[in-house]
């Protein structure tokens, strides 16, 4: 990297922000709360640690596990999951559990004849084990100890020797980047160690199909509405021309380092979207790189696509900082790291990914944003997060979101609500 400036909240906004520059953002990776449920849309698939189409983990420890057969009142869709949470030492209460689709990727899925224990504990024993192994693997290499000195602990790998542990989620990333295990490398738990199989477990819907909440053949229909709107995600995702939209203009709704970042009182989901944040000049040519929060108010965009200005577009709804720096090489990735903290300093959420999983280069996004457009030099481009909290995760006053590139800096912002952050002449008209 080449030298960083650091400069004030108010100094900053005005540097980067001049003479009405714009912040523009786009989509780093397919928006998987809308994704169509074919095999290249599972949770499995997008998650970062995927080793089999049966399993991913993700960055923010979540392990994603498909059931490839139907659910009759068997319990397979909760046993077989299990046999795999077994081998993987995964905390069952970080487990989701996802309904494929047909696919042959996924072997027999013809559920009847009650075989579906016999037909597949060995190929889950095996898809959570060599997932075991690829992180144990990773720890090991981080650490610079001998794999076998490590052992795993429901989702946390432990070296005993010198008391190191790590999660799941911190390790995805370097474990994706190693090879899968061949069967005769597996380890298997001996029964002695297992925590669920042969020890009883609820279903995993349960608690839904008991309040109703469960969906059925019958709701097929409603679930069809939404195709449409998923679909307009992957076809944008997959197409030549990237998605852009306006988040800002001349820094009304942008703010600095240390200030407040806005919610929307009317959402019920708004996340923190942390992303690269590239300055550019008039021509499209990129002068630095920056941290952008793109605010998102998550369900209002996923009622309607039509809705993403009002999901996009509110006081305070974008931080940029703490600093400005030109890289050396433009081709190297950024590891983005978010942390949510919640007012008595707990950590609510936290995550990492990385602009290696983008599908665009910097230079062919910034491209297409001066396509046929006249943009001030200065303007900012939000290059996409790689990083969506679950939906039991949402942003609210009193809360403070950190967001880390290292090279660049943290950018720090407290969470207050959008319309205590409406400029005075406007606060006298909002209607609440």
Known sequence: MNSITNVSRRSFLQGALSAGALVLSVRLVPEVLWAADTPSGSRADQSVLHPSVYLGV????????????????TTSRTSLPLVLAEELDADWSRVKVQQAIGDARYGSQDTDGSHSIRDFYDPMREAGGAARLMLIRAAAQQWGVPEGECSTEPHVVVHKGSGKKAGYGELATTAAKLPVPKKEELNFKPPTAWRYVGKGQASYDLEDICTGKAK??????????????????????DAERPELFLKDAAGRRTVGPGAAIGVRSDAQWTVPEPELALVLDSEGELLGATIGNDVTARDVEAANPLYLPQAKLFAAACALGPAIVPPEDWSQPFEIKLRIIGPAGDVVYE??????????????????????????????????????????????????????????????????????????????????
């Open 58 to 73: 993700d960055t923010d420890g979540t392990v994603y596990i498909m059931a490839h057969r139907s659910e009759m009142g």
């Open 351 to 432: 995550a990492q990914t990385s602009t290696a999983r983008m599908r665009r280069t910097f230079e062919e996004l910034a491209a297409w944003v001066v396509r046929e457009n006249p943009v001030p030099a200065g303007s900012v481009l939000l290059t996409g997060t790689g990083l969506v909290p679950p939906d039991d995760v949402t942003l609210v006053p009193g809360q403070q979101v950190e967001i880390r590139i290292p090279g660049i800096g943290t950018l720090v912002n407290p969470v207050g609500a959008a319309a205590d952050l409406l400029p005075a002449e406007r606060s006298k008209t909002h209607v609440r």
């Open 216 to 237: 059925f053949g019958m709701d097929a229909r409603v679930d069809e509405s939404q195709v449409e709107v998923r679909d307009v995600y992957n076809l944008v995702y």
